[in-house]
């Protein structure tokens, strides 16, 4: 094992019941420091995947390695110790309705330390002013856009600086300048505090533009391809060219499976 | 802040659930008018305890006294073993007599305590040795036929 | 006739399945009762959210009950002469069952849909595997205080009913009917014991809270994220929680009121 290697995933089978895997013999790396994009269509499995690094899920065979230590979801006190040096930030933000912004970013805080309050208040507020939204400490989550919850979201995964941040999505539902700014603040983060990340998408371009490095999953949980942006983009590979251009119909069918045309129409018969 | 609010409120909630049992326990139920308090325990035995049921009121020339707090069955004897309880304000003579009656005609019974003559008082732990069971309607009714068959009985041999 | 015993099958291993499951949901609830206990803030926020907000209709329909149990018992006891033992009746009715039970099927309704709606569009938000990978347990800190506020505050309901049923019929019975105060009360003062039957109503509102808050919380937390999803969870909350109480009051009140 690779001294800068922070996660392994060790020929990985899982699935939620007996019959349909997500993910088939999966194994990669994640570098320390660097930013890893998983690419994929929806259901190819990257959501799962990273769902089985935090341990929400055992894998149903291989191993699941973080720093060294194999992931152990039966272990309570090694999945608590994991997720404190974890960030997560979820697709829609999942912020709690209940609090108010400063309140969601101090949760963290609160809850995992043991932090005089006004410490706690200039570190949620630099965590805010980092995402650029120090202005708004004081607003309801109720009175958010969907761009601001995602950045609000970010400032509480980076709460408590973890070592480890997983982005779920965070391109989708974005306008240009929105998309813009979570790249930037994505690859910043990642540079400035020295953690890895891991962004789980299917927005070829921005991802392509802050990855160290690429994954390309494909349905039936696979990886049909990984390397750096520039590798994934020249690949002649069918199902990589599919992918990073965008094309309609290749190895991803566009037709659902269906029975012959004829036979559908009632033209056959005829004949 | 609104949480001071919130903490206030609640605090009302409870306050006012408390007030609410009180008001049903106290106005509308009998915690006041026997609440344990100092009582001392007596015992008397009846071939028949009719209706008397626990918690019952023992009762003297009317005025509650204590509560009935035990019934059972003496496997020896037979007899209906209850137990009193009875406050310590009140004494009684060791020759006093228990009777199982109703309050009013169809009400529940109760015991009714007669003081008797004796200078010595009833202690905690003493029997009371006179006792009147309870009256049985059966019985009651059996011996008003008998009575009145007597009577007729009576009429027909006397003309003879 | 193979095909509707597999179905049939089928249906009663999904239905024991679901019992399993709340079975094991509800122990996860006990054992993350001590930490609730300990953020004791999380609680009364919940109470108020819980107790506070049911006691309109909780006070509304408690005092409806009371006009409405006085008139018709009257023109029934009337008949026996016994239009005296009107509060007694009254009293009665409403503290040993009709306090409980009511208060536990408006509750139902009123908190449980609310508490099993939030629930699940808080697992749909994703906000409960939020707090799961923030190394918190969602149980301990959005479940139990929810429980421990539902089953404080159901108790303080039912008596509340009670207590204000009881006005309601004092103003009936002494206000319009003319039956003596004095009576109204003594009479009560007579015959409703405090412990066994104040108490015993005290004691089956604790289990009825217990019954619809958890049902409430397991149908939230076990709802699909969707709206149909917590639209049939409400309906389900409702429903089990009132069949619950109901007889849950069957087996109490045979326990605790039997003449044995």
């Known amino acids: 094992m690779k001294p800068d290697t922070l996660i392994e995933i060790d020929h990985v089978t899982f699935g939620y019941d007996e019959r349909r895997s997500i993910l088939n013999d999966v194994s990669l790396c994640f570098a320390r420091g660097k930013v890893t994009s998983i690419l994929g269509g929806s259901g190819c499995g990257k959501t799962t995947l990273m769902r089985l690094i935090a341990g929400v899920h055992g894998a149903n065979s291989g191993r699941v390695v973080f720093d060294g230590e194999l992931v152990d979801v039966h272990d309570r006190d090694l999945l608590y110790r994991f997720r404190r040096r974890l960030g997560m930030l979820f697709q829609f933000g999942a912020l709690f309705t209940d609090l108010s912004v400063y309140d969601n970013v101090a949760f963290p805080l609160r809850e995992m330390t043991d932090l005089p309050e006004p410490l706690i208040h200039d570190i949620v507020l630099m965590k805010l002013n980092a995402v650029g939204l120090r202005g708004a400490a004081r607003l309801k989550i109720s009175e958010v856009s969907g761009g601001m919850a995602r950045r609000i979201a970010l400032a509480r995964a980076i709460a408590l600086d973890p070592e480890l941040i997983m982005y779920d999505e965070p391109f989708a539902g974005l306008d240009l300048i929105s998309m813009g700014v979570a790249a930037k603040l994505i690859r910043t983060l990642n540079d400035v505090t020295g953690a890895t990340s891991l962004v789980v998408s299917h927005d070829v371009p921005e991802c392509m533009g802050i990855s160290d490095h690429v994954v390309l999953m494909s349905s039936g949980g696979r990886i049909v391809a990984q390397g750096t942006p520039a590798e994934l983009m020249a690949s002649t590979e069918p199902e990589v060219r599919q992918f990073v251009r965008g094309e309609p119909d290749g190895p991803v069918k566009f037709h659902y499976p269906a029975v012959e045309m004829a036979e559908d129409f009632g033209l056959g018969a005829r004949k | 802040m609104a949480r001071r609010n919130i903490e206030i409120l609640v605090g009302l909630f409870v306050v006012l659930g408390l007030a609410a049992l009180l008001f049903v326990a106290l106005k509308a139920a009998n915690l006041t008018s026997f609440s344990g308090g100092d009582s001392y325990r007596l015992s008397a035995r009846f071939d028949n305890i009719g209706g008397l049921k626990v918690r019952a009121p023992v009762r003297s020339a009317g005025v509650v006294v204590g509560r009935v707090t035990a019934i059972g069955l003496d496997a020896k004897t037979y007899q209906g073993v209850v137990t009193l309880e009875i406050d310590r304000g009140y004494v009684f003579p060791k020759d006093s007599s228990a009777k199982i009656l109703t309050a009013g005609l169809l009400g529940d019974q109760y015991v009714g305590l007669e003081p008797g003559g004796d200078e010595k008082n009833l202690a905690a732990g003493d029997q009371v040795k006179q006792t009147q069971s309870a009256v049985v309607l059966e019985s009651l009714i059996g011996q008003f036929l008998f009575s009145k068959a007597a009577e007729a009985g009576s009429e027909t041999g006397g003309k003879k | ?260």
């Open chain 3, 1 to 260: 006739m193979t095909e509707w015993l597999a179905v049939l099958g089928a249906r009663t291993l999904a239905a024991l399945r679901g019992w399993g499951r709340s079975a094991i949901f509800f122990v996860d609830l006990l054992r993350a009762l001590p930490q609730a206990l300990r953020r004791f803030d999380l609680v009364v926020v919940q109470m108020h959210a819980i107790g506070n907000r049911s006691l309109v209709i909780i006070l509304a329909s408690g005092l409806a009950v009371g006009f409405v149990l006085a008139l018709q018992m009257y023109y029934a006891l009337v008949k026996y002469g016994a239009a005296e033992s009107l509060g007694l009746v009254v009293n009665l009715s409403l503290v040993r069952e009709l306090g409980p039970v009511v208060t536990a099927l408006l509750f139902a309704g009123r908190a449980g849909t609310s508490l099993t709606a939030e629930i699940g569009l808080m697992k749909a938000g994703e906000q409960i595997a939020a707090l799961e990978l923030m190394a918190i347990d969602p149980r301990a800190r959005v479940l139990a205080p929810r429980f421990v506020a539902g089953v404080l505050s159901m108790p303080l309901l039912a008596i509340l009913f009670s207590a204000i049923g009881i006005i309601g019929a004092w103003v009936v019975a002494v206000g319009l009917i003319g039956i003596d105060a004095g009576n109204f009360w003594s009479i009560q003062q007579s015959g409703v014991d405090a412990w066994r039957d104040v108490g015993n109503g005290v004691a089956k509102s604790a289990v009825f809270g217990i019954i619809c808050t958890a049902v409430a919380l397991y149908q939230g937390y076990e709802t699909e994220a969707t709206p149909e999803g917590v639209a049939y969870a409400t309906t389900r909350t409702v429903v089990t929680s009132s069949l619950a109480v109901l007889g849950m009051d069957f087996i109490l009140t045979a326990l605790m009121f039997s003449t044995l």
